[in-house]
């Protein structure tokens, strides 16, 4: 299977994803994360995910 299009790719999409159950776990108490790295996890993910939309080939 190609990617043809501007879709992240699998890996960016699975960093994506793991940054933001970090950010879930951390919210909900699931898991003691400290602050600063339940905070950036959520940006993070999300900016990324955000930039591998636009640039082909991320």
């Known amino acids: 299977m190609r990617n ?3 879709a ?3 890996a ?3 960093i994506s994803l793991v940054l933001f159950l970090v950010a879930v776990v951390a919210h909900f108490g699931l898991l003691k ?3 600063p790295f339940a ?3 959520w ?3 999300f900016g990324l995910l955000l930039v ?3 640039v ?3």
Request: charged letters at 15%; proline letters at 8%; hydrophobic letters at 40%.
């Open 8 to 10: 992240p790719t699998m």
């Open 43 to 45: 940006i993070l993910g």
């Open 12 to 14: 960016v999409w699975v």
């Open 39 to 41: 905070t950036w996890s």
């Open 52 to 54: 591998a939309c636009r």
């Open 4 to 6: 043809s299009g501007k």
């Open 56 to 58: 082909r080939g991320l």
């Open 33 to 35: 994360i400290p602050e």
